[in-house]
């Protein structure tokens, strides 16, 4: 509202009655006295106190402002929750950051996130990635939940911990029951996956996918350096799933631009949960860093296989801005 606006209204209003509303606004706003109870004091009857309330904030007389100083940009979390409707986003507010300290720091606030959201009552999936390591590395306190192991491990230069330790470490912090295996997430072919995948560790691990309430998953992009999924493929391999249209992945799900599944050679190599279990999970919190990896967040958001996410405001600013092409494999 213009100044000249907010004064011409003010104006409309007589000295007894612009005091009467600073005096309503200062009891409901400032003191927490409820509607009944201003209408009780002032003689007024609580209709007119909801209409005294509603002109101060039209004349300008009562301004609400949100005024938080923290790590988060709450105007960002609210913007790109609402137009991706996640049921959680938080968009953490830092200067760029090298990408080990911008994991520890989104690691941190999913860590926050988790020990705010979930009850004894979930049952709590986890994907090996980077990210969700440094989820755990960050975590404090855990209702007791139980714990699913939903992929099988990756090697990282950055990480010597195997999807079981992950599991395993949350498990001991919630002191929940834990269902983890020992096994790659990738193998050599379909053979062994389907014989692997049998093993009672694992079939029973994966069995309980469809009991999880809520999981943390890591987003990568079909390149390479962006995801740890595609550096353990060859290159040719690489480029030939860009071919058939992969953009990004989610614990070994390969996604195309809009998020559609694209079964490709490497999908019955993978030890992990598939797409529709993923799906069927009622909150996927997805951990996001690395704004050129904006399009496969995209892809994982318009696909559904991610409810909630906790990234940074550079990314948040490409996942609001216009969708461009998706990088070629390099």
Not at 134 to 149: E, F, K
Not at 184 to 194: G, L
Request: proline content about 3%; charged content about 25%.
């Amino acid at each position: 509202m213009s100044d000249n606006r907010r004064r011409r209204r003010e104006s409309a209003l007589g000295p007894a009655e612009l005091v009467l509303t600073a005096s309503v606004a200062r009891r409901y706003y400032l003191d927490g006295a409820t509607k009944s109870q201003i209408a009780e004091e002032l003689k007024l009857s609580r209709f007119r106190v909801a209409r005294i309330l509603n002109h101060a904030r039209e004349a300008g007389i009562v301004k609400i402002e949100i005024d938080y100083r923290g790590d988060l940009d709450l105007e960002l979390s609210i913007a790109l929750g609402a137009a991706y409707g996640l049921r959680h986003c938080l968009v953490v507010n830092c200067p760029n950051l090298e990408d080990a300290r911008l994991r520890a720091g989104l690691g941190a606030v999913a860590a926050g996130l988790l020990s705010e959201i979930v009850g004894p009552e979930d049952v709590l999936g986890v994907v090996w990635a980077r990210s969700v390591m440094a989820m755990r590395d960050a975590l404090g306190r855990l209702t007791p939940c139980t714990v699913v192991q939903l992929t099988g491990s990756l090697s990282a230069s950055d990480s010597e911990d195997s999807a079981v330790e992950l599991a395993r470490d949350i498990a001991r912090l919630s002191g929940g029951a834990v269902f983890y295996f020992y096994a790659p997430m990738i193998v050599s072919d379909a053979t062994t996956a389907r014989a692997l995948r049998r093993q009672p560790d694992i079939s029973r691990a994966l069995s309980r996918a469809g009991e999880v309430t809520k999981a943390v998953v890591g987003i990568g992009a079909w390149t390479r350096g962006a995801s740890s999924v595609a550096d353990a493929v060859s290159e040719q391999e690489r480029g030939d799933m860009h071919d058939l249209g992969v953009r990004a992945e989610v614990g070994g799900i390969q996604l195309d631009r809009d998020g559609r599944p694209v079964p490709t050679a490497l999908t019955e190599r993978i030890i992990g949960v598939s797409a529709e279990q993923l799906r069927g999970v009622p909150e996927v919190i997805g951990i996001a860093y690395g704004a050129p990896k904006a399009s496969a967040v995209r892809a994982a958001l318009r696909g559904n296989l991610v409810t909630s996410l906790v990234t940074h405001a550079e990314m948040a600013h490409a996942l609001l801005g216009p969708d461009e092409k998706s990088s070629s494999v390099m």
